[in-house]
């Protein structure tokens, strides 16, 4: 063959086989390809954004497809649980089966997800009420029986919450994940550590790259001692999410804890550079500066952390308490009376408001040591 033919060949085996790489690497955008299969695909290798995205676009046309209506409230309360930001998905999980039970009250797979999104959405009376209702119907609605455990060990009947996720999770079906994360949870709230570890190992064999089971695999792992599987996991996440903040802030109260001064800074900074208006990253880097002795730095940004609490309407009875009393007490050791009774008295005022569990009291006369400007209100 002539060098021409023999180049033109090779250029349509190059552009076939490209061709080829890109519909595997982007299948979703391939006209021919099924949404509904695209979504589970994609909820299988762990995408959870295309997973909602493709999920949401199918559902215009197969508004009947329970099984996707399913698979799109999943993701969602997984989604949920990436990153500092994403709480907002519990909420749209709830609404979505919440609509579907509107037109098919009866049907008990939107019952399941119904409950599993309440259970999400800390609502575990109702989610329980429902799950129950489904099993007495189908007592092997897997992912009903799922949502029942975490329900039931939300609310401290760890016991049940045991007894159901294991029967949950000994049952074939599509939902084993979920079950297997179930059971991860309820030996943790049971104190073994050890076995919920090696469930939640189970649960990220069936998908390896969903991040909200490293964090849980963190956790045991932190909870058994074992900081290098906990350093692990959230490099784990990073590598699938280099952007992640979450992971970030854990990497810093991790390194915290080991006392690892120049790595926490380290982590809290990126966590305050990428995420600003998350104050428990400036919480946490406060709280660092304070443990390091620089308690300038300390006062600094856990002003910033009351503040943006405050400008962000957070209810007094969910605030971070640490963010004004260890403020406070930076001020106080930098004689800086003015700041600490401002910081005192505005911590009064929310306690004055609101029920507040944490006590800060000085007495009448303000702070030792403080000749106040400003007085004690």
Request: one cysteine or more.
């Amino acid at each position: 063959m002539s060098l021409a033919v023999v180049l033109g060949v090779l250029i349509n085996v190059i552009l076939l086989s490209w061709s080829w790489l890109g519909g595997r690497l982007n299948f979703a955008q391939s006209p021919t390809t099924d949404l509904a299969t695209a979504a589970q695909q994609a909820f299988e290798r762990g995408d959870l954004d295309s997973a909602v995205n493709l999920s949401q676009q199918a559902l215009v046309t197969q508004s009947e497809n329970t099984a996707l209506l399913t698979l799109l409230a999943r993701a969602l309360v997984y989604r949920s649980y990436t990153d500092y930001y994403r709480a907002g998905d519990r909420q749209s999980a709830l609404e979505l089966t919440s609509d579907a039970l509107s037109r098919s009250p009866n049907n008990l797979d939107i019952l399941a997800a119904h409950a599993f999104a309440l259970q999400a959405d800390e609502q575990p009376a109702i989610a329980a009420q429902i799950a129950e209702r489904v099993l007495q119907r189908d007592p092997s609605n897997v992912l009903a029986r799922t949502a029942m455990a975490l329900a039931y060990g939300s609310v401290g009947s760890f016991e049940i919450a045991m007894r159901e996720s294991l029967r949950a999770s000994q049952a074939e079906s599509d939902f084993q994940l979920d079950a297997l994360r179930a059971l991860a949870i309820s030996y943790s709230d049971l104190g073994d550590y050890q076995n919920a570890s090696s469930a939640v190992m189970r649960a990220i064999q069936l998908n390896n790259r969903l991040t909200p089971l490293y964090f849980e695999r963190a956790l045991y792992a932190m909870q058994r001692g074992d900081a290098d599987t906990a350093t692990t996991a959230y490099f784990q996440i990073l590598s699938y999410d280099p952007e992640n903040v979450k992971a970030r802030l854990r990497l810093c109260e991790l390194s915290s804890l080991m006392r690892e001064r120049d790595s926490a800074i380290d982590y809290c900074e990126q966590v305050t550079s990428l995420a600003p208006n998350w104050s428990d990253g400036w919480y946490q880097l406060g709280r660092e500066y304070f443990l390091q002795g620089d308690f300038a730095a300390a006062q600094s940004h856990l002003h910033r952390c009351a503040s943006l609490q405050v400008m962000q309407g957070v209810p007094v009875d969910a605030r971070r308490f640490e963010c004004w009393y260890l403020q406070g007490q930076a001020a106080e050791i930098l004689g800086d009376c003015e700041s600490l009774v401002a910081t005192y008295n505005e911590f009064r005022a929310m306690a004055a408001s609101e029920s507040v569990q944490q006590t800060w009291t000085y007495p009448p006369e303000g702070p030792p040591g403080c000749v106040t400007l400003t007085p004690i209100t």
